[in-house]
């Protein structure tokens, strides 16, 4: 039901387009939310956003580099990333639940590699 794509291997400082589809459920009813895991690590937080794309919230780690978006026509959201850095390296997986706290569906995931 969600289905990730755009991950890739990126020069560092460069900029890539995460995109998720969620189908099968009112899309507009959910939070959306990007985590990530790297190798060896937990999977962490990344960003979310409402249904009104209104507030997003995203990790330290990523504020003022990456954008989380929604187009609910599309029933698609979207992590815009910019100024990657080596270790944004990762697993990429989105989420989706109908409160930020509780993700209950989970993409794949689209690797993404930042090389130094």
């Known amino acids: 039901q969600l289905q990730a794509s755009g991950g890739g291997l990126v020069q560092g400082g460069g900029s890539l387009r995460l995109s998720c589809t969620f189908s099968g459920r009112t899309f507009i009813a959910y939070f959306m939310g990007w985590f990530r895991q790297a190798p060896g690590k937990e999977r962490e937080f990344v960003a979310a956003i409402s249904w009104s794309g209104k507030s997003p919230d995203y990790a330290d780690s990523v504020k003022g580099r990456f954008t989380i978006s929604r187009d609910n026509a599309k029933n698609t959201v979207y992590l815009q990333m910019n100024s990657v850095k080596p270790e944004d390296t990762a697993v990429y997986y989105c989420?989706?639940?109908?409160?930020?706290?509780?993700?209950?569906?989970w993409g794949q995931g689209t690797l993404v590699t930042v090389s130094s």
């Open positions: 989420a989706a639940g109908l409160n930020p706290k509780a993700y209950d569906y």
